[in-house]
């Protein structure tokens, strides 16, 4: 079945302690993006990446790093975390072929972060 | 610049009647624009997708949308509504056919009634 998983699904954790969230996809997709959801914000880009060792910097990036070291993993790490990153994220991939802007890109089922 | 801006936050229906959910968006060139739907605790799902081609677009589950260029609006509509819709809906405008990167609407919340 062609999925995103994401890892973990829930997690709840203190102010500084470093944590990565993982995500994998199975469809040999070229293009994998990470979003926060915030109430009344709708979805807001992080870092996305074309390719394999191609990341950038989308919307609110602040407080994230990321890596491509493969095309099936884009993990999203959050070295120091604070409580303003207390949110829902997902992770998105889609083809590169033909126009990039018309592929419909494919969702995780989320990861809930709460950091106190 | 690229917006999209979905008029209604929250839609409340009757079961058996139409849904309309309104999109407006804002692009400097042809857009692609997508309606996702997000069922509670889970990942955003594609409805259907505009790139271009057909202006009224078929999507899965009765969904349907049409572009109005004119109008610069999309908005999503299904003859009867089911119990199985009420769920978050997204419309999302392309940014850039180069990034991939995706402008979302504030999303619209449907409740539909028994």
């Not at chain 2, 917006?3 to 999109?23: A, F, I, K, N, W």
């Not at chain 2, 392309?94 to 919340?109: A, C, D, E, H, W």
């Given at each position: 079945e062609a999925q995103v998983t994401q890892n973990p699904r829930y997690l709840i954790t203190v102010t500084g302690k470093k944590l990565t969230v993982t995500c994998s996809q199975n469809?040999?997709?070229?293009y994998m993006s990470w979003y926060r959801q915030d109430p009344g914000l709708g979805l807001r880009q992080i870092y996305y990446s074309m390719n394999v060792e191609v990341t950038d910097k989308g919307d609110v990036p602040e407080g994230y790093k990321v890596s491509r070291k493969e095309k099936r993993n884009f993990p999203l790490i959050l070295e120091s975390p604070s409580p303003n990153q207390t949110s829902l994220y997902f992770c998105a991939s889609s083809s590169n072929?033909?126009?990039?802007?018309?592929q419909p890109q494919h969702f995780g089922d989320g990861t809930r972060l709460s950091i106190l | 610049a690229q917006s999209v801006t979905q008029l209604d936050s929250h839609v409340s229906v009757s079961e058996g009647t139409p849904v309309l959910l309104r999109c407006n968006y804002s692009s400097s060139y042809s857009p692609s624009l997508f309606w996702y739907v997000q069922h509670p605790n889970k990942g955003l799902q594609l409805l259907l997708k505009y790139t271009?081609?057909?202006?009224l677009v078929k999507g899965i589950n009765g969904f349907e949308a049409e572009f109005k260029k004119s109008e610069t609006s999309f908005h999503l509509t299904k003859p009867s509504a089911h119990m199985s819709d009420a769920a978050e809906y997204f419309c999302v405008v392309t940014v850039s056919s180069n990034t991939g990167k995706l402008i979302f609407g504030q999303g619209t919340t449907l409740q539909v009634k028994p």
């Amino acid at each position: 079945e062609a999925q995103v998983t994401q890892n973990p699904r829930y997690l709840i954790t203190v102010t500084g302690k470093k944590l990565t969230v993982t995500c994998s996809q199975n469809m040999n997709h070229e293009y994998m993006s990470w979003y926060r959801q915030d109430p009344g914000l709708g979805l807001r880009q992080i870092y996305y990446s074309m390719n394999v060792e191609v990341t950038d910097k989308g919307d609110v990036p602040e407080g994230y790093k990321v890596s491509r070291k493969e095309k099936r993993n884009f993990p999203l790490i959050l070295e120091s975390p604070s409580p303003n990153q207390t949110s829902l994220y997902f992770c998105a991939s889609s083809s590169n072929l033909d126009r990039l802007g018309n592929q419909p890109q494919h969702f995780g089922d989320g990861t809930r972060l709460s950091i106190l | 610049a690229q917006s999209v801006t979905q008029l209604d936050s929250h839609v409340s229906v009757s079961e058996g009647t139409p849904v309309l959910l309104r999109c407006n968006y804002s692009s400097s060139y042809s857009p692609s624009l997508f309606w996702y739907v997000q069922h509670p605790n889970k990942g955003l799902q594609l409805l259907l997708k505009y790139t271009s081609a057909a202006t009224l677009v078929k999507g899965i589950n009765g969904f349907e949308a049409e572009f109005k260029k004119s109008e610069t609006s999309f908005h999503l509509t299904k003859p009867s509504a089911h119990m199985s819709d009420a769920a978050e809906y997204f419309c999302v405008v392309t940014v850039s056919s180069n990034t991939g990167k995706l402008i979302f609407g504030q999303g619209t919340t449907l409740q539909v009634k028994p």
